[in-house]
């Protein structure tokens, strides 16, 4: 400890030194313990990434599902422009970690490395269409749609041909999103009546018409969802049980999220609808697969 010209007291090297050479032995004693493991990331971040990647990789090692600690990795590469890497990396997680952030990512590194590409529209197109396929069920989902739609309605179309396209491309997102249970789905709602407006006034009377229960079914499902899942902590690494106030409270939410969740909230008599939203949840939230492991009262089949 040192002080500075201000008074302040300071850590210095050494104290740094030892502060994480603590932590590493704590996580040789205890794999999961997420506060040295928080220490030991904040090191890394201040490092090159060639001196840091054997670590990132013994970090998602020890949390595979954590779309947290894959985006801290994925982003040091990207900041060292290390693409190749950063491809093969959303490779490995995409797939198994549907995480929102670590998605967004996704779509935010093919929108600024893919930009001069002659066939950037394309494969922001397939980018867009991929993460709604697979991510675009979670109820945080809204800026995905949302920035997809934009894109689209910025795509230059040349003749009434081109311009018919386009509307239909934007039309269909539209539709998609506003049957899907997410926060901020009024505000797509609004959007989409002033899209339909623009274009035909009369028209777009009916779609609204045609299109309005479906809507306001999936608006109910959201807003009980951010009832149930108040306090409920999604993102956090899967660890052993610690058997603490906070870990049975946890337990608690997701018990009744899960019974939720099985209740058939959309209300829907459609079987593959309702088999599919089982899935995705089970994709979504793998930590409430690791978390029933553990607590086996709770019943997690759909």
């Given at each position: 400890m040192s002080q500075n010209a201000a008074g302040d007291f300071t850590e210095d090297n050494g104290g740094i030194?030892?502060?994480?050479?603590?932590?590493?032995?704590?996580?040789?004693?205890?794999?999961?313990?997420?506060?040295?493991?928080?220490?030991?990331?904040?090191?890394?971040?201040?490092?090159?990434?060639?001196?840091?990647?054997?670590?990132?990789?013994?970090?998602?090692?020890?949390?595979?599902?954590?779309g947290?600690?894959?985006?801290?990795?994925?982003?040091?590469e990207m900041k060292s422009r290390n693409y190749d890497k950063?491809?093969?990396?959303?490779?490995?997680?995409?797939?198994?970690?549907?995480n929102i952030e670590l998605w967004k990512s996704?779509?935010?590194?093919?929108?600024?490395?893919k930009v001069s590409l002659p066939s950037y529209r394309e494969k922001m197109a397939q980018a867009y269409d991929f993460a709604l396929d697979k991510i675009g069920m979670d109820v945080l989902s809204y800026q995905i749609w949302v920035d997809y739609i934009n894109f689209l309605k910025s795509v230059e179309a040349v003749g009434s041909y081109?311009?018919?396209?386009?509307?239909?491309?934007?039309?269909?997102?539209?539709?998609?999103?506003?049957?899907?249970?997410?926060l901020n789905i009024e505000l797509l709602w609004k959007e989409y009546c002033n899209f339909e407006s623009s274009i035909n006034p009369l028209i777009a009377k009916k779609m609204q018409e045609d299109r309005g229960r479906d809507y306001m079914n999936a608006?109910?499902?959201?807003?009980?969802?951010e009832v149930i899942t108040k306090g409920l902590n999604k993102s956090a690494p899967s660890v052993p049980p610690?058997?603490?106030?906070?870990?049975?409270?946890?337990?608690?939410?997701?018990?009744?999220?899960?019974?939720?969740?099985?209740?058939?909230?959309?209300?829907?008599?459609?079987?593959?609808i309702i088999t599919k939203r089982g899935e995705d949840f089970q994709l979504y939230f793998p930590n409430?697969?690791?978390?029933?492991?553990?607590?086996?009262?709770?019943d997690f089949a759909f």
């Amino acid at each position: 400890m040192s002080q500075n010209a201000a008074g302040d007291f300071t850590e210095d090297n050494g104290g740094i030194s030892d502060k994480i050479s603590r932590a590493d032995k704590r996580i040789c004693i205890y794999p999961f313990d997420t506060e040295a493991w928080s220490t030991l990331i904040r090191d890394a971040q201040s490092k090159k990434i060639e001196d840091a990647r054997a670590f990132y990789e013994r970090l998602i090692g020890q949390f595979p599902n954590a779309g947290r600690y894959w985006k801290i990795y994925i982003e040091h590469e990207m900041k060292s422009r290390n693409y190749d890497k950063v491809e093969k990396l959303f490779q490995r997680c995409l797939m198994k970690v549907f995480n929102i952030e670590l998605w967004k990512s996704y779509l935010s590194y093919i929108r600024e490395t893919k930009v001069s590409l002659p066939s950037y529209r394309e494969k922001m197109a397939q980018a867009y269409d991929f993460a709604l396929d697979k991510i675009g069920m979670d109820v945080l989902s809204y800026q995905i749609w949302v920035d997809y739609i934009n894109f689209l309605k910025s795509v230059e179309a040349v003749g009434s041909y081109a311009e018919n396209q386009r509307i239909t491309a934007v039309r269909k997102v539209y539709q998609r999103g506003i049957v899907n249970p997410m926060l901020n789905i009024e505000l797509l709602w609004k959007e989409y009546c002033n899209f339909e407006s623009s274009i035909n006034p009369l028209i777009a009377k009916k779609m609204q018409e045609d299109r309005g229960r479906d809507y306001m079914n999936a608006r109910r499902v959201a807003k009980e969802y951010e009832v149930i899942t108040k306090g409920l902590n999604k993102s956090a690494p899967s660890v052993p049980p610690q058997n603490t106030p906070e870990e049975s409270k946890q337990v608690e939410l997701w018990k009744k999220y899960i019974n939720w969740e099985k209740s058939n909230p959309l209300r829907s008599e459609d079987t593959a609808i309702i088999t599919k939203r089982g899935e995705d949840f089970q994709l979504y939230f793998p930590n409430a697969g690791r978390l029933l492991e553990l607590y086996p009262v709770i019943d997690f089949a759909f």
